[in-house]
């Protein structure tokens, strides 16, 4: 997980070489999936969510690979200040049961 915040003015440009970047952070192995959310109260704020298979996908395959270096050279000019990463293990989740819209309760 990683709060990105983004130089203000640059948020477009950020989420259009997000897409690119995209396809390399899930072509790496042990990727599961990823989210990038838009912080409704700061326009410049960010969150990356992404879920590995392992610790050692993320720290060791991803962060040492070829592949890391386009991710950087794609990403890390837009932040200010540079992110810190930190990770996360699922403790606990619960789901909406959702009813579809307009079904009488």
Not at 21 to 46: D, F, K, T, W
Not at 77 to 87: G, I, K, N
Not at 90 to 96: G, H, I, R, S, T
């Amino acid at each position: 997980m990683a709060v990105l915040n983004i130089i203000p003015g640059k948020e477009a440009e950020f989420e259009a070489a997000f897409r690119t970047a995209s396809a390399i952070i899930s072509s790496m192995p042990g990727y599961v999936s990823h989210q990038l959310q838009h912080c409704v109260e700061n326009e410049s704020r960010y969150i990356l969510l992404v879920h590995w298979q392992t610790l050692e996908a993320h720290t060791i395959g991803f962060r040492t690979s070829p592949q890391y270096q386009e991710w950087k050279k794609l990403l890390h000019h837009f932040y200010s200040p540079f992110p810190t990463v930190e990770h996360y293990e699922l403790v606990f989740e619960q789901k909406a049961r959702l009813q579809p819209i307009g079904a009488d309760s």
